[in-house]
Structure formats: C-alpha cells, structure tokens
C-alpha cells in the first residue's frame, strides 16, 4: 500500500477510492494551482488537487503531434472505473484518427429530440403534411415525456422499441405502428440534415394490426342516436355530428374545417380542398344535408367564415368527442368515434344496394379496394341478395325445360 508520503513525492500510484481520498490539498503557497497524479493502470489519465481539496479527473494526449488535454468529470461523482472507461474509450476514437475533444464538441451540438421536433421538424412539417398537428401532440406527450429530453444520437433502438410497447399495452397496435412511423420519419430527416449517421428505427417490427373496424350505428340504435342529438336542439355540436352521419366526410380534416366559401347552397355541393388523398373534390349534399346547412347558414355570424367554428378564438372546431359522448349516454350506446358515424353513412350505402364505385364516390377514397377491405362484411349479404335474383331467373327457365 502506498503511504501518503509517498504519493505525494512520487505522484504516481494506480488511483482507488481510499488512496483518491486520503490525498490532501495542494500547498496554498504553491505557485501551481493544482497538484496533478498519474493513474499507473491507464496511462494518461490525471487526477488534479486544487488547493481547496477539490479533484478532477482528466485526460493528457497527444493528436497528431499536438498535446491536448480534456477534462473529463470531478471525484467523487465520477468514480476511477468510470474515468478509467472514459480515458480508453478515447483512446479508441485516436485509434480511429479521431480527436476525443471534437468528438465531444459534436455531441454536446447534438440537439435533443425535443428540440429537434420543435426546431426543425414541425416547421418541415407544417409545410408539407395536413396532419402536423397530431404529429406535434405526439411529440408533446408520449415522445417527449419518453424521449424529448434524450440527445438525437443516443437514442438507441431499444428506447424506441421499449416506447413502441409501451404505446401498444395503452393503446391499440395501429395506434403504436403509427407513432412508430413519425418516429421512422422524423429520424429519417435528421440523418438527412447531418444530425444522425443511422435510424434507431430501422429494423424494428410492427405490430399485426385488425381488421377494418367495422362498427356502426344501423336500425334501432340509429334511431336513439339521432333522438339524443334531436335533444340538444340546434347546437353547432349537434349539428356537425347530424352532418357526418349525413354526408360521409371525414370529421377533422373535411367537415370542421369547411368554409362558408366552398359551400353552395344553390346547387347543394361543398368542395374539400384538404382531403386525404390530396385532391380536391366535389361532394354533393343529399336534401336533409342541404336543408341542414341551409339552417346553420342562417344561424351563422355573417363575419365567420367557418360552417363550425371554434367555441373560442378565430379557428374552427376540432374536436367533438365530448359531444358524441353525451349524445352516447342519451342514447345508451358504447364504443362509438366519430369515425364511425362516416363508417355509417358508408354502411347504410351499402347495405341499400349502392353500386360499390358510387360509395367509394361518395366517400372520397382513393380506390374501389379501399372501399371493398371496409366494407367486405356487409359486401357479401349484397352480393348474396344480387346472387339471388340470378338464382330466380334461373330458377323460372328450369321450371319450363321441366
């Protein structure tokens, strides 16, 4: 063991907590302002004595010729295997013909994720995706609550895939897939504007997802719903959820977003500029709709220029989950979105015998397939009512060969 006389002259000892400790101050008369030790198991780590006590741990190297010194942290609060690690960890980088000190200058540059996201990203987003809202309330919450405070270039596949659970286990696999994919988004823009070399994202599975939801409100519990919003008398709520149900459109990005401007009420026709697909189309507003929105027109602030508009401040409605809910306690009914009051009107649709590529133009979507995966369990009792009449037909011309 060495003595503490020793350590003092000689200043070179293989550093261990009990002898870090026991060393004492540096000479207040002593025109250095530290003593430095040298640890003897890892050549060029330091331990600096300030004349107040303190110790710092520091790493003495040589890059292309020029010495350099960086300091790596201060005893006790970081120990002798973990300076041990950081000096090795560095001599790895010279290896490489990498300097430790930029290398450490990159990443304290590194921004965060959260800064990332609000820096970088929304605004990227904002231009170019409708939906960057829902992007941003993501970020705010499960993303940034998990991994907002973490740099971009330590977070590692395993935060991403321990997120991605833990979004699953709260929610439904859909829910944790599309989180995933901004996450795969938004990592695949910072590689493309020099802040990552590699996605944590790739190579990280997705959940197996549902079915096509396929709830919707039809007969008995139709008629209870359409009561309960019939009670709320001729609230701006009650009457966007009426219109979903009577024209199919998507809630959010279609109906609450609609201006006065694209509504004409002389040829009963509203044109979506924002749709999913991103084309503007044309949709014709069946006569309770029209007679609907003639109402609400006529209710309306004339300095407005939304057909719903927000409760407060200048924009216009986009949620009414609350809404659905009290209708839903009214009627008695469970599990019901907003979605699903489109899913309805597409259902009703079908079930009528409407020819498949009159629903998917009246949906909006993007093709007959898309129409056919939602729709394919009321599909088959059409398809089986039209099998029918060819059965009778051939059915009558048995009956005469006969």
């Known amino acids: 063991m060495y003595s503490e006389e020793r350590i003092t002259t000689n200043r070179q000892f293989r550093f261990s907590h009990k002898q870090i400790d026991a060393l004492p101050s540096h000479d207040e008369d002593s025109a250095s302002a530290t003593a430095e030790y040298s640890d003897t198991e890892v050549v060029g780590l330091k331990l600096a004595v300030g004349k107040s006590g303190r110790k710092y741990f520091w790493h003495r190297y040589r890059y292309h010729g020029v010495k350099r010194t960086m300091k790596l942290g201060e005893y006790p609060s970081l120990n002798v295997a973990d300076a041990r690690q950081m000096v090795n960890d560095n001599k790895n980088l010279l290896g490489r013909n990498l300097d430790p000190a930029g290398e450490r200058n990159k990443r304290r540059n590194v921004p965060t994720l959260s800064e990332f996201a609000k ?23 499960e993303i940034g609550q998990d991994l907002g405070h973490v740099q971009l270039t330590e977070i590692t596949a395993r935060d991403v895939m321990q997120l991605h659970a833990k979004i699953r286990k709260k929610g439904s696999a859909a829910t944790a897939n599309r989180y995933l994919a901004l996450l795969s988004r938004l990592f695949s823009l910072a590689i493309q504007w020099g802040h990552l070399e590699k996605n944590p994202t790739k190579g990280i599975a997705k959940y197996k997802e549902a079915g096509p939801r396929e709830r919707n409100l039809s007969g008995d519990e139709l008629a209870r719903f359409l009561a309960a919003l019939d009670e709320e008398g001729g609230k701006s709520t009650s009457n966007a959820l009426k219109l979903l149900l009577l024209t199919g459109l998507r809630s959010k990005s279609e109906l609450f977003s609609l201006p006065w401007s694209e509504v004409d009420l002389k040829n009963g026709t509203v044109r979506l500029l924002h749709t999913k697909n991103g084309r503007v189309r044309t949709v014709a507003l069946n006569s309770i709709a029209l007679e609907l929105m003639k109402t609400i027109r006529a209710a309306s602030d004339p300095g407005c220029i939304w057909v719903f508009p927000a409760r407060t401040g200048p924009g216009h409605l986009t949620d009414i989950r609350k809404p659905l809910k009290r209708a839903m306690v009214r009627a008695d009914l469970k599990d019901l979105r907003p979605h699903d009051l489109r899913r309805s009107f597409g259902s009703l649709a079908v079930n009528a015998g409407v020819d498949i590529y009159q629903v998917m133009g009246l949906l909006g979507h993007s093709s007959v397939a898309v129409t056919q995966r939602v729709y394919a369990h009321l599909l088959q009792g059409t398809l089986r009512s039209a099998s029918e009449v060819v059965a009778k037909t051939l059915e009558g011309a048995w009956a005469k060969a006969a």
């Open 119 to 141: 820096e970088e990203y929304l605004p990227y987003a904002q231009q170019h995706k409708r939906s960057w809202q829902d992007d941003e309330s993501k970020l705010r919450r």
